[in-house]
T-cell receptor
C-alpha cells in the first residue's frame, strides 16, 4: 500500500533563512514523487517531481527537493525563504507501475516570518 | 489554474438535497479527477476518469456519483447530501502518460451541508 507522511503540521522559518519541509513515503517498487503548493482560496499548484536519475530535483520558485531512497524521503528545500512562500505544501507519491493513483500527504503549513 | 474551471465556487445546501458540482477544462487532457480536502486529512480521491467512457471509484466514493459528459467536462453529484460531506472539493486533470504527469487543479468548490 502507498502512504505519505508529512511529520510536521506547521513549519515556521525567518525570512532569508533556509527552509525544509519533510516528506517520507512508502510504496511498492520505485516511486514517482511530487510536491504541490496551495495558496489561500486556490487549488494546488505543481512545484516539482522526481521520476528517476539525479536525486536533487529543481522546481518552480527556487524550490528543490532531494530524493533519498535509503531513507524513503523526499524533503522540499529552499536556500532562502520569502514571505510569499507562506502556504500549505503537499507531498504526493505513486508507484511506477501505474496501478495506483496519486496519494497525498496531509500537508504542512509553512509560515515565513518577516 | 484558469484552465480548469469549477462551478460554483461556494455552495451551501441542506441535508438530503441533491447537488452537482461541475468542472470543465481547456487543457485538452484525457484524465480528470475529483478530490475532497479536509483539514488534517489532505486530499482524498473520490472518482477519476481516464477518458469519456471510463469511470473509476477512488478511495472515498460512497455517497457520490460522477458523469463524464465530454472530454472537457466532469461533474460530481451528491445524491443526498449529509453534513460530513462538508469539505473543499477539487477537480484536477492530467494528460495520458507514464503516470508521472502532474495534476492541474481548479480553484475548488467549498461545500457546506447544514
Amino acid at each position: 500500500a502507498q502512504s505519505v507522511a508529512q511529520p510536521e503540521d506547521q513549519v515556521n522559518v525567518a525570512e532569508g533563512n533556509p527552509l525544509t519541509v519533510k516528506c517520507t513515503y512508502s510504496v511498492s517498487g520505485n516511486p514517482y514523487l511530487f510536491w504541490y503548493v496551495q495558496y489561500p482560496n486556490r487549488g494546488l499548484q505543481f512545484l516539482l517531481k522526481y521520476i528517476t536519475g539525479d536525486n536533487l530535483v529543481k522546481g518552480s520558485y527556487g524550490f528543490e527537493a532531494e530524493f533519498n531512497k535509503s531513507q524513503t524521503s523526499f524533503h522540499l528545500k529552499k536556500p532562502s525563504a520569502l514571505v510569499s512562500d507562506s502556504a500549505l505544501y503537499f507531498c504526493a507519491v505513486r508507484d511506477q507501475t501505474g496501478a495506483n493513483n496519486l496519494f497525498f500527504g496531509t500537508g504542512t503549513r509553512l509560515t515565513v516570518i518577516p | 489554474d484558469a484552465d480548469v474551471t469549477q462551478t460554483p465556487r461556494n455552495r451551501i445546501t441542506k441535508t438530503g438535497k441533491r447537488i452537482m458540482l461541475e468542472c470543465s477544462q481547456t487543457k485538452g487532457h484525457d484524465r480528470m479527477y475529483w478530490y475532497r480536502q479536509d483539514p488534517g486529512l489532505g486530499l482524498r480521491l473520490i472518482y477519476y476518469s481516464f477518458d469519456v467512457k471510463d469511470i473509476n471509484k477512488g478511495e472515498i466514493s460512497d455517497g457520490y456519483s460522477v458523469s463524464r459528459q465530454a472530454q472537457a467536462k466532469f461533474s460530481l453529484s451528491l445524491e443526498s447530501a449529509i453534513p460530513n460531506q462538508t469539505a473543499l472539493y477539487f477537480c484536477a486533470t492530467s494528460d495520458s502518460g507514464q503516470g508521472n504527469s502532474p495534476l492541474h487543479f481548479g480553484n475548488g468548490t467549498r461545500l457546506t451541508v447544514t
